[in-house]
C-alpha cells in the first residue's frame, strides 16, 4: 500500500461490504460526485475471516483510487456499511484497520443495511431488506432507534436469500432424483449447469467446494427461472423462502413500532433487486401479513449510501 503523505480533506470514501463482493467509493466531499470505484471479493468477517476481509476491503479501496487515477490518502471520512460486524469485536476489527491504514480522519462502522436508509428511502427511516447471498431485515424510526431480525448467517437462518432458495431447489432435485419427491425440471437445470448428466455428481459439487456458499448461491436464478415458467416444485418453494422473508421482516417492523401503513422499503441485494418476479413475491408477501409499503426503491448500489453518510460526517 502506497499511501500519499498529502491528506485529502476534500474527498470522502464509502464503502458496502457483503457476502459476494466490497465495493468502495471514492467521492467528493462537498457535492458527492464519485470519482472511483473499486470492487473486490466477499467482506463479511463472519463468512470469510477477519484476514480475508481486511485484505477485500483494502483491495477495494486501493482500486478506487486507482480507478479515480488519484494517489491513496488519507480523506476526510469514510463510512462502511459491511455484513458481519453486530458484535462489538466485528466493529473493533475494521476500525483497527481503518486507523492502521489511514482510512479517514472519522470512520464510521454499521451493518450494511443501515446504507440502504440512506440511499432507498425518502427521508432516512423505514424497512430495509437485504436478499443476497445472505438476508436481513433491519428497521430505523424517524427518531433513529433501530431494529432488526435475521442475520443468523447460512447454518441457522438466511430465510429468502439467494443461498437457501438454490440450496432449497438442489434438496428438491436430489428428492426427485430419488423418486423420493415430486419430479421437478430442476434436475436438468442443474445438471446443465454442472455440464454432467448423472445427478450423483451433485455431490462432489458441493462436498469438494466446486460449488462453495457462493456459488450455490449464484444458482438461485436457476430456481427462479423455472418457478416462473410453471414448475410446481420450484414455485412452492420460491414462495416458501419469499414468505419467511416477509414474516423476518414483518417482525422487525413490529418490534421498533412502525407505522404498518404507508411504510418506506428499501431493497437490496442481487436476488431481490434483479429479479422482478422475486421482488413482486415480497411485497405480496408483506401485504400478505398486513405491511402496506409507500415508496418502495430497489437499491443497486448501497455503496452510495454510504457515500451520502460519509458526507454527513464531514457537514
Not at 468477517?45 to 484476514?51: D, F, K, L, P
Amino acid at each position: 500500500m502506497n499511501l500519499s503523505p498529502t491528506p485529502r480533506p476534500d474527498l470522502v470514501i464509502g464503502i458496502d461490504g457483503g457476502g459476494t463482493h466490497t465495493v468502495a467509493l471514492v467521492a467528493e466531499a462537498a457535492s458527492g460526485a464519485v470519482l472511483g470505484r473499486g470492487t473486490s471479493g466477499p467482506s463479511n468477517i463472519q463468512a470469510v475471516g477477519v484476514e480475508v476481509a481486511i485484505r477485500e476491503l483494502d483491495a477495494a479501496v486501493g482500486r478506487a483510487f486507482g480507478a479515480a487515477t488519484l494517489a491513496r490518502s488519507k480523506v476526510a471520512a469514510a463510512c462502511l456499511g459491511l455484513a458481519g460486524v453486530d458484535l462489538a469485536e466485528g466493529l473493533d476489527v475494521i476500525r483497527g484497520w481503518a486507523d492502521t491504514v489511514s482510512l479517514a480522519g472519522k470512520v464510521s462502522v454499521a451493518n450494511d443495511a443501515t446504507l440502504l436508509f440512506a440511499a432507498g428511502t425518502p427521508e432516512g427511516w423505514g424497512l430495509a431488506v437485504i436478499a443476497g447471498t445472505g438476508s436481513i431485515a433491519f428497521t430505523l424510526d424517524r427518531n433513529g432507534k433501530d431494529g432488526r431480525a435475521g442475520g443468523w448467517g447460512y447454518l441457522l437462518g438466511d430465510e429468502g436469500s439467494a443461498f437457501m432458495v438454490a440450496l432449497s431447489g438442489l434438496r428438491a432435485a436430489c428428492r426427485a432424483a430419488d423418486k423420493a419427491g415430486p419430479p421437478t425440471g430442476l434436475v436438468d437445470a442443474f445438471l446443465a449447469q454442472l455440464g454432467t448428466t448423472d445427478p450423483r455428481d451433485f455431490i462432489p459439487a458441493v462436498y469438494r467446494g466446486v460449488w462453495d456458499r457462493a456459488a450455490i448461491a449464484a444458482l438461485a436464478p436457476v430456481v427462479l427461472g423455472a418457478a416462473e415458467a410453471g414448475d410446481a416444485v420450484a414455485h412452492k418453494l420460491v414462495v416458501q423462502q419469499v414468505t419467511e422473508l416477509g414474516k423476518t421482516a414483518v417482525t422487525a417492523v413490529d418490534a421498533n413500532k412502525l407505522p404498518r401503513l404507508g411504510l418506506p422499503v428499501a431493497l437490496a441485494g442481487g436476488l431481490v433487486v434483479k429479479s422482478e418476479f422475486y421482488r413482486r413475491l415480497f411485497l405480496e408477501s408483506l401485504t400478505g401479513f398486513g405491511v402496506h409499503p409507500g415508496s418502495v426503491r430497489a437499491v443497486e448500489d448501497p455503496a452510495v449510501g454510504a457515500v451520502v453518510m460519509a458526507r454527513k460526517l464531514v457537514s
